[in-house]
């Protein structure tokens, strides 16, 4: 989660919503992602979405079975889908996300009867992961 976290103050220093997100497999990172809306202009452009990107591409398949994905943000529907369809074995994640949160903050979608459900663990460094993002708000609003 510190390299999740590392991801997210990069991304906030480049003016995204600070979120980052690292794939492990085997003890190994094998994709990192961050939040890249605002460069990217394309509402895919989330962490996790990144970090699968370059996981699939680190595997040469989609399936991310045996994975483990870090992620300073509660995921959102968006990416709570593709985590179901990649198959990704854990999820961890740091703050809760009450207003997108897909997994328990508005809704868990995987609690839904899909035939790959990963194991959840919250609040992982919750509160470093919230302060990172309280900042960058607080920034904004300046």
């Keep these: 989660m510190r390299q999740a976290l590392d991801l997210a103050r990069e991304a906030a220093a480049a003016g995204e ?10 003890g190994a990172v094998i994709g990192r992602g961050r939040n890249r809306r605002e460069e990217k202009q394309q509402v895919f452009s ?17 399936r991310l079975d045996g ?13 709570a889908g593709a985590i179901l369809n990649a198959r990704i074995g854990r999820v961890y ?11 328990g903050g508005v809704l868990n979608l995987f ?16 509160e470093e992961c919230r302060a990172v993002l ?7 609003r300046g």
Aim: with cysteine; charged share 20%; net charge negative.
């Design 93 to 103: 994640y740091g703050a809760r996300d009450e207003a997108m949160g897909a997994c």
């Design 67 to 79: 994975c483990e994905l870090y992620v300073t943000l509660e995921p959102c529907p968006m990416c």
């Design 17 to 26: 919503v600070p979120v980052g997100c690292v794939i492990v497999k085997d």
């Design 46 to 62: 989330h962490a996790e979405m990144e970090a699968i990107a370059q996981a699939n591409d680190a595997l040469g398949t989609w």
């Design 111 to 126: 609690m839904e009867n899909f035939p790959h459900r990963p194991a959840l663990v919250g609040g992982v460094l919750a």
């Design 134 to 140: 309280s900042d960058f708000f607080r920034g904004l």
